[in-house]
T-cell receptor, first 112, second 115 residues
Framework: DAKTTQPTSMDCAEGRAANLPCNHSTISGNEYVYWYRQIHSQGPQYIIHGLKNNETNEMASLIITEDRKSSTLILPHATLRDTAVYYC?????????????FGKGTKLSVKP | EPEVTQTPSHQVTQMGQEVILRCVPI?????FYWYRQILGQKVEFLVSFYNNEISEKSEIFDDQFSVERPDGSNFTLKIRSTKLEDSAMYFC?????????????FGDGTRLSIL
């Protein structure tokens, strides 16, 4: 699975959009980009995933560049409850494996 | 919304004792996983399970570990003879087999403390 690079930490003002970048320059054609977050010591929470098209759900939007070498997770109106560690993970879809390889992620602090 | 549930939330065990961590995956899911996270470190993959057998395991998952799906609803992780370094949060995850890219959904974990 391709390696990802994320900033160690970011701050965001409450109510503003949080834009979390991720580089995955070695991503291959059949690898998906997944975003999870972990609030304190809770289990990782799935946010969104995509292959090459931009995706949106009730939690966030995922923007993937045309060359697929980077992506941005957008939380449109960040709240204090969005303070968490955000993980960008790429992996091949398919098969009975597909275990996730977590990096250190980005610690997002949403401030009032 | 259906969720993965894990019990107990906190388990304290003496070193050398056996421990069983329990998980109830989401009901229509077919793929099951265990991960662990030592305090302050990354989430690490342990094992994946499909069709009643292990499909992949990491180097961490040695002979002291085993998994089982005893009754079609529970998914358990057993550590035969615990060591101090087994102290960690253990997370269970599951995913549907509907399409190959479906995401894994995690439980809130069991905190295992070895004394």
């Amino acid at each position: 699975d391709a390696k990802t690079t994320q900033p160690t930490s970011m701050d965001c003002a409450e109510g503003r959009a949080a834009n979390l970048p991720c580089n995955h320059s070695t991503i291959s054609g059949n690898e998906y980009v997944y975003w999870y977050r972990q609030i304190h010591s809770q289990g990782p929470q799935y946010i969104i995933h995509g292959l090459k098209n931009n995706e949106t759900n009730e939690m966030a939007s995922l923007i993937i560049t045309e060359d697929r070498k980077s992506s941005t997770l957008i939380l449109p109106h960040a709240t204090l409850r969005d303070t968490a560690v955000y993980y960008c993970i790429v992996r091949v879809g398919g098969g009975s494996q597909g275990n996730l390889i977590f990096g250190k992620g980005t610690k997002l602090s949403v401030k009032p | 919304e259906p969720e993965v549930t894990q019990t107990p939330s906190h388990q304290v065990t003496q070193m050398g004792q056996e421990v069983i961590l329990r998980c109830v995956p989401i009901s229509n899911h077919l793929y099951f996983y265990w991960y662990r996270q030592i305090l302050g470190q990354k989430v690490e993959f342990l094992v994946s399970f499909y069709n009643n057998e292990i499909s992949e395991k990491s180097e961490i998952f040695d002979d002291q570990f085993s998994v089982e799906r005893p009754d079609g609803s529970n998914f358990t992780l057993k550590i035969r003879s615990t060591k101090l370094e087994d102290s960690a949060m253990y997370f269970c995850a599951s995913r549907t087999g509907r399409t190959s890219n479906q995401p894994q959904h995690f439980g809130d974990g069991t905190r295992l403390s070895i004394l």
